[in-house]
């Protein structure tokens, strides 16, 4: 259904964001790429949510600006451009009223008929396994089914960017494995995905890039050393706890 | 049968006979009151939403405003718009005093701080997340002020009803806006401090009726959309 490969590569740079006498962010560069997992780590309050929400459109930075191959523009002026193809999950996502299929339904295109609709819904179950809880209330699901669903909806908005906070927290093995089993496959498809996890031996198959968070700043751990994750972890309870 | 039945009886002989006075009240009441929350309702309500998700200075001002403005009787919002409605008022060139235009106006200003204070306690219930989600699916400011409305519906129902319960009644601003004009302006709470005073409590007794059953059936309706009335599980 979704297999062309989108050629996104977004630069954004100069990031600074301050709360109250808090820099949360300073100076902070990132560069996108579609169809790459960045891993972005640092402690509680390092400001990971605060940078999603940023690239997201949601959050508007102090500063910061966007590079999408034809210029570079500051943030303000790509917020519509950034917020028609990206879509960032909440570390718990927020479920309409209804069921499964209608929340779903709520990323298609108005344009679309419902024949289409239903259609797209019903790929889109299929996709992720969801069939048998399609006609579930949304309001009801499990932390792992919840977690899938927001994924499937955001799916079917076909984002160049997917930016998800904290999405294996405080789920079982089984459940874990098929949320990144669903985000593998949504990179295989060209999506550009943005991870922020405190954990990230859990994202082993998924990442291409490491990124911690600190004091505002945002450095690249793999451009320094052939890590593994196992390293990775090290490195961030060291430099973190 | 004591004095209270037969006149309780009378009353509801009154109603039900098709007393053509009686129902003309019962029109002007509810065109008055149902043109006045039509008026108020969009924009209190995204005046509520600003409150409840926009953070701007002055903000908790304005919703102490609003909340203060919900003590106002309605006989001081009354005295206010013929202050500004009569002859030598700021408005007074419009002629509205004493028409059907002006009760509006004194009840969609009445109506208004209530929709405001309890539609901003609605949406406040309801999780940023909804809205944020809603735009980043793709919705447009319209859409996810639409989805965020139905996410707090049962909320934005009560606000609505209990404005439109508290209009509807009430008969200080409709009396001196309004001037109880038979077959004009004369609604079903002027009508009923009239009739008593004149000591035909019947047509007050029957317009009371009115006004219960309307209180009722309102109430019921809520309940119905806010389903099982207890926690969830």
Same mark, same amino acid.
């Given at each position: 259904?979704?297999?062309?490969?989108?050629? !996104?590569?977004?630069?954004?740079?100069? $990031?600074?964001?301050?709360?109250?006498?808090?820099?949360?962010?300073?100076?902070?560069?990132?560069?996108? !790429?579609?169809?790459?997992?960045?891993?972005?780590?640092?402690?509680?309050?390092?400001?990971?949510?605060?940078?999603?929400?940023?690239?997201?459109?949601?959050?508007?930075?102090?500063?910061?600006?966007?590079?999408?191959?034809?210029?570079?523009?500051?943030?303000?002026?790509?917020?519509?451009?950034?917020?028609?193809?990206?879509?960032?999950?909440?570390?718990?996502?927020?479920?309409?009223?209804?069921?499964?299929?209608?929340?779903?339904?709520?990323?298609?295109?108005?344009?679309?008929?419902?024949?289409?609709?239903?259609?797209?819904?019903?790929?889109?179950?299929?996709?992720?396994?969801?069939?048998?809880?399609?006609?579930?209330?949304?309001?009801?699901?499990?932390?792992?089914?919840?977690?899938?669903?927001?994924?499937?909806?955001?799916?079917?908005?076909?984002?160049?960017?997917?930016?998800?906070?904290?999405?294996?927290?405080?789920?079982?093995?089984?459940?874990?494995?098929?949320?990144?089993?669903?985000?593998?496959?949504?990179?295989?498809?060209?999506?550009?995905?943005?991870?922020?996890?405190?954990?990230?031996?859990?994202?082993?198959?998924?990442?291409?890039?490491?990124?911690?968070?600190?004091?505002?700043?945002?450095?690249?751990?793999?451009?320094?050393?052939?890590?593994?994750? $196992?390293?990775?972890?090290?490195?961030?309870?060291?430099?973190?706890? | 049968?004591?004095?209270?039945?037969?006149?309780?009886?009378?009353?509801?002989?009154?109603?039900?006979?098709? &007393?053509?006075?009686?129902?003309?009240?019962?029109?002007?009441? /509810?065109?008055?009151?149902?043109?006045?929350?039509?008026?108020?309702?969009?924009?209190? +309500?995204?005046?509520?939403?600003?409150?409840?998700?926009?953070? /701007?200075?002055?903000?908790?001002? +304005?919703?102490?405003?609003?909340?203060?403005?919900?003590? @106002?009787?309605?006989?001081?919002?009354?005295?206010? #718009?013929?202050?500004? +409605?009569?002859?030598?008022?700021?408005?007074? &060139?419009?002629?509205?005093?004493?028409?059907?235009?002006?009760?509006?106006?004194?009840?969609?200003?009445?109506? #208004?701080?209530?929709?405001?204070?309890?539609?901003?306690?609605? #949406?406040?219930?309801?999780?940023?997340?909804?809205?944020?989600?809603?735009?980043?699916?793709?919705? %447009?400011?319209?859409?996810? /002020?639409?989805?965020?409305?139905?996410?707090?519906?049962?909320?934005?129902?009560?606000?609505? /009803?209990?404005?439109?319960?508290?209009?509807?009644?009430?008969?200080?601003?409709?009396?001196?806006?309004?001037?109880?004009?038979? %077959?004009?302006?004369?609604?079903?709470?002027?009508?009923?401090? +009239?009739?008593?005073?004149?000591?035909?409590?019947?047509?007050?007794?029957?317009?009371?009726? @009115?006004?219960?059953?309307?209180?009722?059936?309102?109430?019921?309706?809520?309940?119905? #959309?806010?389903?099982?009335?207890?926690?969830?599980?």
């Amino acid at each position: 259904m979704k297999t062309d490969i989108y050629n !996104t590569h977004i630069n954004f740079s100069d $990031i600074r964001k301050r709360f109250g006498q808090k820099q949360i962010l300073d100076n902070s560069e990132i560069e996108i !790429t579609s169809g790459k997992c960045i891993l972005l780590c640092g402690k509680n309050g390092s400001g990971k949510t605060t940078f999603l929400r940023i690239i997201a459109g949601l959050e508007t930075p102090d500063s910061g600006f966007v590079n999408t191959g034809l210029g570079k523009y500051h943030w303000k002026k790509c917020r519509q451009q950034l917020r028609n193809s990206v879509v960032y999950l909440h570390q718990q996502p927020y479920m309409f009223e209804g069921d499964v299929i209608s929340n779903l339904n709520f990323s298609l295109d108005n344009k679309l008929k419902q024949k289409q609709r239903l259609q797209r819904i019903r790929s889109a179950l299929e996709w992720a396994g969801l069939e048998s809880i399609a006609e579930n209330s949304a309001k009801t699901l499990s932390g792992g089914e919840l977690q899938r669903v927001a994924i499937t909806r955001a799916w079917l908005r076909n984002p160049k960017i997917l930016l998800l906070d904290e999405p294996v927290t405080n789920m079982d093995y089984e459940s874990r494995l098929r949320t990144i089993d669903l985000l593998l496959n949504l990179k295989q498809q060209g999506v550009a995905l943005v991870v922020s996890s405190h954990d990230p031996v859990h994202f082993e198959a998924l990442t291409d890039n490491w990124l911690q968070l600190s004091e505002g700043r945002l450095s690249d751990y793999t451009s320094s050393e052939n890590i593994t994750p $196992i390293h990775y972890k090290k490195y961030i309870y060291e430099h973190t706890y | 049968m004591d004095d209270s039945t037969s006149i309780t009886l009378e009353a509801i002989h009154l109603l039900f006979s098709g &007393d053509t006075e009686l129902w003309a009240i019962i029109g002007v009441s /509810f065109q008055v009151s149902t043109t006045a929350i039509l008026i108020s309702v969009p924009p209190a +309500l995204i005046i509520a939403f600003i409150l409840a998700y926009a953070d /701007f200075p002055g903000r908790r001002l +304005l919703i102490s405003i609003f909340n203060t403005l919900l003590a @106002v009787p309605a006989v001081v919002i009354g005295l206010t #718009f013929y202050l500004l +409605l009569s002859r030598q008022g700021i408005l007074g &060139d419009w002629r509205l005093l004493f028409t059907q235009s002006a009760m509006v106006m004194g009840q969609a200003a009445l109506s #208004f701080p209530i929709l405001v204070a309890m539609g901003h306690a609605a #949406f406040q219930a309801i999780d940023k997340r909804a809205w944020e989600t809603a735009r980043t699916l793709g919705a %447009n400011r319209i859409r996810a /002020f639409y989805t965020v409305m139905k996410e707090a519906r049962f909320g934005l129902l009560a606000a609505l /009803f209990s404005a439109y319960g508290r209009i509807i009644a009430e008969v200080g601003a409709s009396m001196m806006l309004g001037g109880n004009i038979l %077959n004009y302006t004369r609604n079903i709470p002027t009508a009923i401090a +009239l009739e008593t005073s004149k000591g035909e409590f019947s047509q007050g007794i029957a317009l009371g009726l @009115v006004l219960i059953i309307l209180a009722f059936t309102l109430n019921t309706f809520l309940q119905y #959309f806010q389903g099982k009335g207890h926690l969830s599980n």
